[in-house]
């Protein structure tokens, strides 16, 4: 696996990361899912379970009011595929370097690669899984509030960059940190589990009470969200907090690729 990767000398040193970066993304992907029957269908099982859940608890189970834009099942949807995309990332960035540690040591391609190829890898996952969407908002043609298109779909692609750059910089700031600190792993699920619901997933940012609010918008998959709302729900997308996300995943990012530098050498000697 090596010999390949460092193939082709004559390449320049941008073409032959990105070759090894589709290189190691697809080879994920294959063995992922080469011995399972179902294949594809379990990178979208996991959210539409959730899903489900949140739908039959917060609907079928507690009358409470509303919690999210009607049809609810496409506001958690849109919501919650993006956050299995950047859970996946910074869980499997915890097992970066210590689950190929030989390979690693052995290739000379650049290290973050290691890091880059979940992000793409479950990035793919994430855009495979979007015409479930599709799907449920064809179903919803039935009920009294149908789910729409609007024009803000067009800003999709600015969400997917964004969320793509922090999962890349938190993922730079885990990897190596946990090669350190073995108990930073559990710590890391720890904090997903607290992210998850101190992001607007499974409700609305207009029940969070005003003083709350501010606060809100330091997390910057609060603006990301907003912007795969929008493309549904318009009302759910906030300028200020698309602009505090894109600020704050800048920050992240070059915090992410300043602790990698700093550490990557101390990590090839631990792992």
Do not use: C
């Amino acid at each position: 696996m090596s010999a390949v990767l460092e193939a082709r000398p004559e390449r320049s040193e941008f073409a032959r990361y990105r070759h090894s970066l589709w290189l190691l993304t697809t080879r994920d992907l294959k063995v992922r899912y080469s011995t399972s029957f179902l294949g594809y269908f379990w990178s979208i099982l996991d959210p539409l379970v959730m899903a489900a859940i949140y739908w039959v608890v917060f609907t079928q189970i507690f009358h409470r009011g509303k919690v999210g834009e009607e049809p609810y099942i496409i506001f958690l949807l849109t919501a919650l595929l993006p956050w299995t995309w950047f859970n996946g990332v910074i869980s499997d960035a915890t097992r970066a370097f210590t689950r190929e540690a030989k390979l690693i040591r052995s290739t000379k391609i650049p290290r973050t690669i290691w890091v880059s190829r979940i992000v793409l890898s479950k990035g793919i996952e994430f855009l495979v899984s979007i015409p479930v969407i599709a799907i449920f908002v064809f179903i919803t043609f039935a009920t009294p509030d149908p789910a729409k298109l609007h024009w803000e779909v067009a800003l999709v692609p600015i969400a997917v960059i964004l969320e793509a750059a922090l999962a890349l910089g938190v993922g730079l700031i885990v990897a190596p940190l946990v090669v350190f600190f073995r108990d930073f792993e559990r710590a890391v699920k720890l904090g997903l589990r607290f992210l998850f619901y101190a992001s607007p997933i499974v409700y609305g940012l207009e029940l969070v009470p005003h003083w709350l609010q501010p606060y809100m918008a330091l997390n910057p998959l609060s603006g990301i969200f907003s912007i795969y709302r929008a493309a549904f729900f318009p009302r759910e997308l906030n300028w200020l907090d698309v602009a505090t996300s894109a600020v704050l995943t800048l920050v992240i990012l070059g915090i992410g690729l300043l602790v990698f530098r700093r550490t990557i050498k101390t990590v090839l000697k631990e792992i």
